[in-house]
């Protein structure tokens, strides 16, 4: 699975000095990430905002080895990253279901993959999606689900696999905003229950403040980290109340002070960017 760790007390991700480049289509050099430092606890529960296009998704994409750095170094659980890492989780956006599997087969399906026998895979999925509250709707397909209902059964196909790491890039953006907010709730407790690490990318501030230990502020591309917050909350959390407190106003007026000023930065760039392709 990972590499082996040379401490227990590692950092579950570091990401060290990283530089990312691309090549754009017409053979130019584009920064995407540059010396960008984090590092995630084990255990803890990281969320990263900044402006659109910043370089987010890089990062995840950096942990999971379909990124490699340019220059700097990412560690994994102490090692370095090769090659697809079986202890990495990921919630997308956009459902990873088999349109043309049953809810059940859809939960069972890593554990299969992973080599549990059909019995242990089956027991294993029907618990899973008991704890998220579907439990009945084993054999319906994923369209015959809502949104909040096939984003509790990617969670149910996620958890399942006990990752020690996972990857969320905007999982939630997709839902209305009542169905997200209990999605916030239904993901505390699964991840109060386990023992992964995370790095939750979003765009909405209000959502990285409910769910984390600590939010990383990047800057408008090339993203390198602005501020690092720690959200001091208690937990147990109970996301769709904690909003209201004065405490999570306060927190949300300082970051987003931070934060407003690179979301208009990386606004004007893409206005100057679409007036220049346009013109
Ligand atoms: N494979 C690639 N080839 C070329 N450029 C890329 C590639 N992947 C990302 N980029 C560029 O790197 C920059 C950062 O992209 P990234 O997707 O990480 O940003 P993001 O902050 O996640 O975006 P958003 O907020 O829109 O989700 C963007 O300008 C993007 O166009």
Redesign the pocket.
């Known amino acids: 699975m990972f590499q082996a760790a040379p401490s227990a007390q590692s950092p579950a991700i570091e990401l060290i000095n990283v530089s990312r480049r691309?090549?754009?289509p017409d053979g130019k050099s584009?920064t995407?990430l540059r010396n960008f430092n984090m590092t995630v606890e084990r255990g803890e529960f990281v969320a990263v905002v900044?402006?659109?296009?910043?370089?987010?998704?890089?990062?995840l994409?950096l942990v999971t080895g379909l990124?490699a750095p340019s220059a700097g170094e990412v560690r994994v659980m102490g090692g370095p990253v090769n090659g697809i890492n079986e202890g990495i989780g990921f919630v997308f956006q956009t459902d990873a279901l088999f349109p043309w599997r049953s809810v059940i087969d859809n939960v069972a399906a890593g554990p299969l993959f992973r080599g549990k026998s059909r019995k242990e895979a089956y027991e294993s999925a029907h618990q899973w999606l008991t704890r998220v509250n579907l439990a009945g709707h084993e054999t319906k397909y994923p369209h015959q689900l809502s949104g909040g209902m096939r984003k509790r059964v990617s969670l149910a196909q996620t958890f399942i696999n006990g990752p020690q790491i996972l990857l969320m890039?905007?999982p939630f953006s997709a839902l209305d905003v009542q169905t997200r907010v209990l999605m916030h709730d239904e993901l505390l407790r699964l991840w109060s229950q386990s023992k992964a690490s995370v790095v939750f990318?979003t765009?909405d501030l209000e959502e990285a403040i409910a769910l984390a230990d600590k939010v990383y502020v990047?800057t408008a591309?090339p993203?390198t980290v602005k501020s690092v917050y720690p959200i001091d909350i208690p937990r147990p959390r109970v996301a769709s109340e904690i909003r209201y407190e004065q405490k999570f106003i306060d927190i949300s007026r300082t970051i987003w002070d931070d934060l407003r000023d690179e979301v208009l930065r990386g606004a004007s760039r893409e206005e100057a960017r679409v007036a220049e392709t346009t013109s």
């Open positions: 691309f090549l754009t584009m995407a900044g402006p659109t296009g910043c370089g987010k998704s890089t990062t994409n990124a890039d905007e990318v765009h990047l591309g993203a």
